[in-house]
Nanobody, 118 residues
Framework: QVQLVESGGGLVQAGESLRLSCAAS????????IGWYRQAPGKQRELVAA???????DYAGSVKGRFTISGDNAKNTVYLLMNNLKPEDTAVYYC????????????WGQGTQVTVSS
């Protein structure tokens, strides 16, 4: 049973930073990709950033240049460093990991709330 545990959310003011952590119950290299998604009230869940097991990263346009995703293989943890936060970044942030062998298998964390006040 794969477990993903997020932490690091909180309430900050615009312009401040937060670092989210996603701790996996097994090696992060065993997943094809690990990503951070977010869902604001009344909106669809959207991909914010992702990192492949080869180290390739991808970002949503709205966070490019402000957010950085990285992985620590020794700690089985993926981080999302969020700088220059804006009120529109307010959402519940979820960690997702997937594997793809003969079919895709997705795993989700429980989510962590990020609130940015203006």
């Amino acid at each position: 049973q794969v477990q993903l545990v997020e932490s690091g959310g909180g309430l900050v003011q615009a312009g401040e930073s937060l670092r989210l952590s996603c701790a996996a119950s097994r090696s992060i290299l065993s997943f094809n990709t690990i990503g951070w998604y977010r869902q604001a009230p009344g909106k669809q869940r959207e991909l914010v950033a992702a990192i492949s097991n080869g180290g390739t990263t991808d970002y949503a346009g709205s966070v490019k240049g402000r957010f950085t995703i990285s992985g620590d293989n020794a700690k089985n943890t993926v981080y999302l460093l969020m700088n220059n936060l804006k009120p529109e970044d307010t959402a519940v942030y979820y960690c997702n990991a997937y594997t793809f062998t003969w079919r895709r298998s997705d795993y989700w964390g429980q989510g962590t709330q990020v609130t940015v006040s203006s």
